[in-house]
């Protein structure tokens, strides 16, 4: 019975005080979208990096007498680990014909045989694609018997993970600054309509309600408008996401589970500063 009380309480609050019900809904929405705006941004950096991981390939040259059941064995311990995601043999042939493909000269008129050796090409999983992990399978490929070269970009690699970290990190702390500094001031905002209503906490308080009894209605209006800012915020990261996928960036990337975060963000703000913030003007 009281949690009905408390939501149609709530949902009366917002209309007796629209203006400070609405400058906490703006001031929550504004935090919400910039939250979410360089949350975005880190998960599409790493996205962005991890792709161009994909594209990476170990390539292991092999011996140019050796027999077709020795490469099918080494195949096979090279497809067998963990951080391998796809491994593709490239023979003799093939090699020359992409050589020619590439750079459009025919060694045949030069050479009498053809000295390309045939190779396997590698591709770890994004997630084993440091450069600590890439040269630990680099190392063991040379290891395997009827492997002569492994080669791989190596400084590439390491490029991409230095800057993806530094990317990701940078990121993540200027969200974290500003998670706390808007919280600070979602609570500031939604203390203020509170602050406003002070006199019908005292009233409340001597008619002998209970402190539980005059908490509900003011934690419930911090949640609507928590979920009203968030709502908010997710409709304008979707506006602004349509607009990048269709003019600059298609491969944006964004979950629908994102706007569930935001609404769920808003709705821990939204409660949490109305709790903190009755709870002030209950001590008195």
């Not at 609050?13 to 609405?22: D, E, H, T, V, Y």
């Not at 092999?62 to 963990?82: C, M, R, T, V």
């Not at 915020?233 to 944006?252: D, N, Y």
Request: charged share 20%.
């Amino acid at each position: 019975m009281n949690l009905f009380f408390f939501i149609r309480e709530g949902i009366i609050g917002l209309k007796r005080a629209r203006m400070s019900a609405l400058i906490s809904i703006i001031s929550l929405c504004l935090a919400l979208t910039l939250i979410g705006i360089f949350s975005l941004a880190g998960i599409n950096l790493k996205d962005v990096v991890y792709r161009f991981y994909k594209e990476i390939e170990i390539e292991a040259f092999l011996d140019p007498a050796i027999q077709n059941s020795e490469i099918k064995e080494i195949e096979n311990k090279i497809a067998g680990y963990q951080e391998t995601a796809s491994v593709r043999f490239i023979s003799r042939e093939q090699a020359l014909k992409e050589f020619q493909e590439i750079f459009g000269e025919d060694i045949g008129k030069v050479l009498s045989e053809n000295p390309l050796p045939p190779s396997f090409r590698i591709v770890l999983k994004s997630s084993h694609s440091t450069p600590e992990t890439v040269e630990i399978i680099a190392r063991e490929l040379t290891q395997l018997k009827g492997i002569q070269e492994v080669i791989y970009h190596k400084e590439i690699i390491q490029f991409l993970h230095r800057y993806l970290t530094i990317g990701v990190t940078v990121v993540s702390i200027i969200a974290l600054t500003m998670l706390i500094i808007i919280t600070i001031l979602v609570f500031n905002t939604i203390r203020l309509t509170i602050y406003a209503r002070r006199n019908i906490i005292q009233i409340m308080k001597l008619v002998g309600a209970t402190n539980y009894f005059i908490k509900g209605p003011f934690i419930f209006e911090g949640i609507f408008q928590g979920l009203l800012g968030g709502a908010l915020s997710a409709t304008i990261i979707w506006g602004i996401s349509r607009v990048i996928i269709s003019t600059i960036f298609p491969e944006l990337n964004i979950e629908n589970y994102f706007y569930l975060l935001l609404l769920g963000l808003g709705m821990i703000l939204g409660l949490v500063g109305s709790y903190l913030s009755v709870n002030k003007y209950l001590q008195y």
